[in-house]
């Protein structure tokens, strides 16, 4: 059974949102229905460290905004390892498997800013929310 009310998202979510980066949509009310994985989290957190971001006040309010930021479980770590053949040829992250490993574990659809994810089939809805690269 799909849950309707939640969506996972993807932590290029929260780092686009934190850059204020144009979007197909508008996320922000996505976030009050958004799961999130500890493991998004982290990359959440090593994006900013990487970009010299020192302000985290504005990321730390999208990430408390969610419904649920969850740890991730053993069930979940070997799928995102197991998909890792099926999605190398993408270039798919760690923490890209583990995102729809949680969307998939969950039942729930995930929202990316990343087009590549449309290429691999993993029984997860993927909505790319990302612009066209010009």
Not at 22 to 30: G, I, S, T, W
Not at 31 to 60: C, F, H, N
Not at 65 to 80: E, G, H, M
């Amino acid at each position: 059974m799909v849950n309707v009310e939640l969506v996972v998202l993807d932590s290029s979510i929260i780092l686009a949102l934190t850059n204020h980066e144009p979007l197909k949509m508008d996320m922000l009310p996505f976030l009050s229905r958004g799961v999130m994985s500890t493991v998004g989290v982290a990359e959440v957190y090593s994006k900013l460290t990487e970009w010299k971001i020192q302000d985290t006040g504005p990321t730390d309010a999208l990430l408390a905004a969610l419904a649920r930021i969850v740890p991730l479980t053993f069930q979940q770590a070997r799928f995102s390892g197991e998909m890792r053949v099926r999605t190398s040829h993408v270039g798919l992250s760690l923490g890209d498997r583990v995102c729809l490993a949680l969307a998939s574990d969950l039942g729930m659809e995930v929202y990316t800013k990343d087009g590549d994810w449309l290429k691999v089939d993993v029984g997860v809805k993927v909505h790319h929310v990302g612009l066209p690269r010009s």
